[in-house]
């Protein structure tokens, strides 16, 4: 199984902030990571895939960057709708696995 | 567009069978070469992926749950289901279903709202 690390665990941030996620793989993903946006008692989220395309709807204030095992999320001007836990997904081959989450909070 | 909505108990007793639903509208489980998964969360952790099923029939799973897990379709309701047994606490989670956006992508568009499943006697 590819193994999916996340860091932070948590960030604590003002609106208007700028903030980064990190999420490595243990093996070369080439640029299969999909990122996800959770809030409490719902489902989660696409916001981007392979690693940098926008899912439709989603804010350009989003973006995603890297490849092979090393991979980043950025937001960046925090709006204080994006108060949610964030996970990164490999999706490079079965089984598919999901980092920790990153919980931004205030 | 497509939805997804689960179904099934909500309370499941030590060693028993955990058994969900999850039924498709807005389109046909059997349209495409999309595949659909099943994922859970226990409370307060992280995503966990259990398996999938293809329109072809082939199935795949976290090896995890192998042992443990069966996905199955059935095409004339638009439904498909997961069968975990043997469970215990540890499998108290939140169930979601899902289906990969796009044909030959592994992420996630459409999920289900997900359903609550405890394990409990």
């Known amino acids: 199984d590819i193994q999916m690390t996340q860091s932070p665990s948590s960030v604590s941030a003002s609106v208007g902030d700028r903030v980064t996620i990190t999420c490595r793989a243990s093996?070369?993903?080439?640029?299969?990571l999909a990122w996800y946006q959770q809030k409490p008692g719902k489902a989660p989220k696409l916001l981007t895939y392979?690693?940098?395309s926008l899912q439709s709807g989603v804010p350009s204030r989003f973006s995603g960057s890297g490849s092979g095992t090393y991979f980043t999320l950025t937001i960046s001007s925090l709006q204080p709708e994006d108060f949610a836990t964030y996970y990164c997904?490999?999706?490079?081959?079965?089984?598919?696995?999901f980092g920790g989450g990153t919980k931004v909070e205030i | 567009q497509v939805q997804l909505q689960e179904s099934g108990p909500g309370l499941v007793k030590p060693s028993q069978t955990l058994s969900l639903t999850c039924t498709v509208s807005?389109?046909?489980?059997?349209?495409?070469?999309?595949?659909w998964s099943w994922l859970r969360q226990p409370p307060g952790k992280g995503l966990e992926w259990i398996g999938c099923?293809?329109?072809?029939?082939?199935?795949y799973y976290s090896p995890s749950l192998r042992s443990r897990a069966t996905i199955s379709v059935d095409t004339s309701k638009n439904q498909f289901s997961l069968k975990l047994n043997s469970v215990a606490a540890a499998d108290t989670a939140v169930y979601y279903c899902?289906?990969?956006?796009?044909?030959?992508?592994?992420?996630?568009?459409?999920w289900g709202q997900g359903t609550l499943v405890t394990v409990s006697s």
């Open positions: 099923i293809f329109d072809s029939g082939n199935t």
């Open positions: 392979p690693a940098s």
């Open positions: 997904q490999q999706a490079n081959n079965f089984p598919l696995t």
């Open positions: 899902a289906r990969n956006l796009v044909v030959g992508s592994n992420w996630f568009g459409p």
């Open positions: 807005g389109g046909s489980i059997s349209s495409g070469d999309y595949y």
């Open positions: 093996q070369d993903i080439s640029s299969w």
